[in-house]
């Protein structure tokens, strides 16, 4: 049940942001990441970002789960 | 990955006594079965399964207080994993075939928008520090809750208290320890290493902990840089804290564990289920809840039992049928092992 999983921000309106999961792309909350910006990379559980990862550590992560 | 694998037997060899590391988180339980780890292991090092299924764990009594709450026809909202199942008055799932209003969603969002057609749905809320954060922020914002969420320190402190089983170190939770850091484990004095998912991370976990005790050091290194920072994720980990206290929290394969669960706060008790609904609750009869049968699920939690050592395992319990938790949840240990040991 903890799955989680990294993703992309590609927009972002007050508390949620279009996330791309390496081409699928779903809306998600970011009210516990409040500072996560444009092009960040998240880790994203049911539904909500947990932690910005960094952008090497991301693609590897992406590279490694898609 | 061959390097690391010819790392890990060597590391073995050298240490000669065979080896116990547990694994407790359930995403972990079904990546080891996925990837085949545990039959890449050296003779000597023994991969075992612990209380890291959230589904698994939740007791007997809460799952018969839910079915309850929706077939007395208040509408129920829960994580897909949750809906099969079974307590001793039937499964969320078989409510729903009786007409209970009950609603399996992805995300707590999804609940707060139910809510606005049925202001009187009630949140089954479950899981770890992971999930417990969605929680308080829905609660925040008005949602009913009744909360089996737990800590997942206290129960890792018990198995080490219970002793049941030899564990030489843990294969940590990767994101229970993005919410709460790295700083919480230090406090037990066991070898942990906090794991990714991949079948490198975890390989690469596995010879960090053996490197450890080869080294005889307990100490607390972190695999998954690339989630877990020192320090977790402090905005998410406050949330909790801001609506929940800690108490007792009631797991099936241990019973209570002291401080180990989280119930909503005298502040928010307008949006705690147990407390809005107690009437209903107070007229269930919990007695058959804790009733034995055959299913050693409990067993299985602690790590005491493998699933093969069930007998109503791949019998009369699979993941079609199934009669206990680990079987419906798809990272419980008997769901995992039915799946994938063939």
Redesign the interface.
């Known amino acids: 049940?903890?799955?989680?999983f990294?993703g992309k921000i590609i927009s972002i309106k007050k508390n949620s942001a279009m996330v791309d999961f390496d081409g699928i792309k779903k809306e998600i909350?970011i009210?516990?990441?409040?500072e996560v910006k444009k092009n960040d990379y998240v880790?994203v559980?049911?539904?909500?970002a947990?932690?910005k990862?960094?952008k090497q550590?991301?693609k590897?992560?992406l590279k490694?789960?898609f | 990955m061959k390097n690391i694998i010819e790392k890990i037997n060597k590391i073995a060899e050298k240490i000669k006594k065979d080896v116990y590391i547990m694994e407790v988180c359930g995403t972990h339980t079904e990546a080891v079965a996925r990837y085949g780890l545990r039959e890449l292991m050296p003779k000597n090092v023994k991969l075992t399964t612990g209380p890291g299924c959230p589904v698994c764990v939740t007791s007997q009594e809460d799952i018969d207080a839910i079915v309850n709450l929706a077939l007395s026809g208040i509408p129920v909202a829960t994580y897909g994993d949750m809906m099969r199942v079974p307590g001793y008055y039937g499964s969320l799932d078989q409510a729903r075939e009786k007409g209970a209003l009950i609603f399996a969603v992805y995300s707590i969002d999804e609940a707060l928008t139910i809510q606005k057609k049925y202001p009187n749905l009630v949140f089954f809320g479950l899981g770890f520090e992971t999930t417990a954060p969605m929680t308080a922020y829905a609660i925040k914002k008005g949602l009913t809750v009744y909360s089996t969420h737990k800590l997942f320190l206290p129960a890792m402190q018990a198995l080490l208290k219970i002793g049941e089983l030899k564990i030489d170190g843990f294969l940590c939770p990767g994101h229970v320890s993005t919410i709460i850091g790295i700083e919480p484990y230090k406090s037990m004095k066991v070898s942990q290493v906090i794991s990714g998912f991949t079948a490198e991370d975890i390989l690469v976990s596995v010879y960090m902990l053996l490197k450890q005790i080869f080294d005889n050091k307990k100490i607390v290194e972190n695999e998954y840089l690339r989630s877990v920072k020192k320090e977790g994720n402090p905005k998410a980990y406050q949330e909790i804290f801001d609506v929940f206290d800690i108490a007792n929290g009631n797991w099936r394969g241990f019973g209570i564990i002291p401080q180990s669960g989280l119930e909503i706060k005298n502040k928010y008790k307008k949006f705690n289920a147990k407390i809005k609904y107690k009437k209903i609750l107070d007229q269930v009869d919990f007695s058959f809840s804790r009733k034995l049968t055959s299913c050693k699920c409990g067993e299985i939690i602690r790590g005491l039992k493998s699933p093969q050592e069930c007998s109503l395992f791949k019998k009369v319990c699979t993941s079609e049928n199934p009669i206990g938790p680990c079987m419906v949840s798809s990272e419980g240990a008997c769901n995992v092992f039915f799946r994938y040991m063939k």
């Not at chain 1, 049940?1 to 989680?4: E, Q, S, T, V």
């Not at chain 1, 559980?45 to 909500?48: K, S």
């Open positions: 049940m903890c799955l989680a990294p909350n009210s516990l990441t409040p880790v559980h049911t539904g909500f947990i932690q990862m960094g550590e991301a590897e992560a490694i789960a």
